[in-house]
């Protein structure tokens, strides 16, 4: 049985810095590229950042460009997201979310493409 688990959410002022990690279980993370995803209340969900299979690509909405950085860990089974310079307008839960893939540069960017998804980590930027 596949298990995401996301922590390392929380409240932070603007321009402060939070970093997510998603904890991976029942898979071979290595068959996966991985992403993040974010619901603000009253929105839907949105693509934050992706990340390939190996780690060697990854791919941010542009919102994010430049703020938010996604790592991986194989081997630990995590994936991390490193969020700097947050602003309040980042207020959202947080996903992560795994999408089956051969190729090694995959970085998708629509949620209907992933398979599995954790339960969410509330990130709350006070202004």
């Known amino acids: 049985q596949v298990k995401l688990v996301e922590s390392g959410g929380g409240l932070v002022q603007a321009g402060g810095s939070l970093r997510l990690s998603c904890a991976a279980s029942g898979l071979i993370m290595s068959d996966y590229a991985m992403g993040w995803f974010r619901q603000a209340p009253g929105k839907e969900r949105e693509f934050v950042v992706a990340i390939s299979r190996g780690g060697s690509m990854t791919n941010s909405h542009d919102s994010v460009k430049g703020r938010f950085t996604a790592s991986r860990d194989n081997a630990k089974n995590t994936v991390t997201l490193e969020m700097d310079n947050l602003k309040p307008e980042d207020t959202a839960v947080y996903y992560c979310?795994?999408?089956?893939?051969?190729?090694?540069?995959?970085?998708?960017?629509?949620?209907?493409?992933?398979?599995?998804w954790g339960q969410g980590t509330q990130v709350t930027v006070s202004s």
């Open positions: 979310a795994t999408e089956w893939t051969l190729s090694g540069t995959r970085t998708g960017y629509r949620d209907d493409e992933y398979d599995y």
